[in-house]
């Protein structure tokens, strides 16, 4: 069974700051995805980022980017230039052949002006 | 394109009353999800339809929770009846197809008194 772990249940940072947000997973299959999506108060889960698992080199999008190490099972993302909006909770996902998501526990980001 | 839709927004209902929630994916987006988001933890999978099959409803409470998504398109998710414990937001998502990216909804926020 698939299992997902972020342990940090919440962080802080100044605006403009960088911030990493740890997640670490645990899957017995070789094709699987990571994922890590964004909830603000609205409710509405953002797609952030994706990685595939075959793919060595590591995703970005714009001011995000992940730090994916395969054999420790570690995804880690990076939010270059914080901004307030960026202020939401963030989980981090796998999924196994592309089935469903399996979700971790979410660190709860604030962006402080 | 329009996004995943789902209604109500808010349902505050009595235990061992029955409620039921409704949504309508993005056009043409054949997998179809409930997931299950309990205040403080991350969305759970509660079903998996492939248009109008089921795929995953492994961690679906089968005694009191059902779904269906008649002609592929929309799906109604019900209970009945509601415990306390099902006090959650209802997550909708939507996917072209199995390996894509997940689309989700605003959710329902269920209070069970």
């Known amino acids: 069974a698939q299992t997902v772990t972020q342990s940090q249940p919440e962080m802080s940072v100044q605006e403009a700051e960088t911030v990493t947000l740890s997640c670490t997973y645990d899957?017995?299959?070789?094709?699987?995805?990571l994922f890590w999506y964004k909830q603000p108060p609205s409710r509405q889960m953002i797609l952030v980022i994706r990685?595939?698992?075959?793919?060595?080199q590591n995703a970005t999008e714009n001011r995000f980017s992940v730090n994916f190490q395969k054999a420790a099972k570690s995804f880690s993302l990076k939010i270059s230039d914080s901004q307030l909006g960026d202020t939401a909770m963030y989980f981090c996902a796998s999924s196994q052949g592309a089935q469903k998501l399996v979700f971790g526990q979410g660190t709860r980001l604030t962006i402080n002006p | 394109e329009a996004g995943v839709a789902q209604s109500p927004r808010y349902k505050i209902i009595e235990k061992r009353q029955s409620v039921a929630f409704w949504c309508n994916p993005i056009s043409g987006h054949a997998t179809l999800y409930w997931y299950q988001q309990i205040l403080g933890q991350g969305p759970k999978l509660l079903i998996q339809f492939q248009n109008n099959g089921v795929v995953d409803d492994s961690q679906l409470p089968k005694d009191r929770f059902s779904a269906e998504r008649l002609k592929g398109v929309d799906s109604t998710l019900k209970i009945q009846p509601a415990k306390l414990e099902d006090s959650a937001v209802y997550l909708c998502a939507s996917s072209l197809v199995v390996a894509q990216p997940q689309h989700f909804g605003d959710g329902t926020r269920l209070s069970i008194l």
């Open positions: 899957t017995s299959e070789s094709n699987y995805y």
């Open positions: 990685q595939e698992a075959y793919k060595q």
